[in-house]
């Protein structure tokens, strides 16, 4: 196995955090990866969606997609059982577990795969998708390949999940600026407000609310119609 160019994957796996972060990318790295590192013919990745619902994100060829996706449209077949139970799914010889997944196997043999490893993308408790390697022939897998792969899939999942926060919080920084950014108006309409009518803060704050309210329109997009004097306002305006 090529030490150096194991050694860059996890890094590359594990540098996420980047302006023009590409999920695809990401993922189909992590396949092509294990393709040709790990011994495998054919790599695919599952990923939860928001309703916790599987879909395929990326795959190493187009038969291996094929087969993500009839896993998912019969429901059966080990990488869906390795995301449910969160515990990787090995399976030397596909021909013995017929009677388990039976469409899957034929699927799968007539794909040209005899074996698979479905590894959880796993975090403590979450588990957001699964790892798929497939063998085109049966028989016992390489004892190091094995923990290497899971290696990879822990690490992908890490970034993933660290992606995800990055997100959500910076959607959660943009909606405060844009909430201070409304504040700032609001306060600029009302002085200039209370000035023209003689009025104190609050009531201008109050009367700005109530005629918002009187016709349905947001108050920082009032404040700020208020302030440019680009519309008439009638009723609100001298």
Known sequence: MNQRLLAKTF??????L????DLIDFLRLLTDRCVGMLGASAAGVLLADRDGELRVMAASDEQVRLLELFQLQNDEGPCLDSFHTGAPVIVANLSGEADRWP???AAAH?????????????LRDEVVGALNLFHATPGPFDPDATPLAQALADVATISLLQQRTA???TVLNEQLQSALNSRVLIEQA???LAERRGIDMEQA???LRGYARAHNRRLSDLARAF????EALPGLRP
Request: charged content about 30%.
């Open 11 to 16: 890094v590359e796996l594990a540098d996420n």
């Open 18 to 21: 980047v302006a023009d972060f």
């Open 103 to 105: 469409r899957f196997v």
């Open 110 to 122: 007539r794909g040209g795969f005899g074996a698979v490893q479905a590894l959880p993308m796993r």
């Open 167 to 169: 997100h959500r919080s």
């Open 190 to 192: 009302k002085g200039k």
């Open 205 to 207: 704050f109050t009367t």
């Open 227 to 230: 302030i440019d004097d680009s």
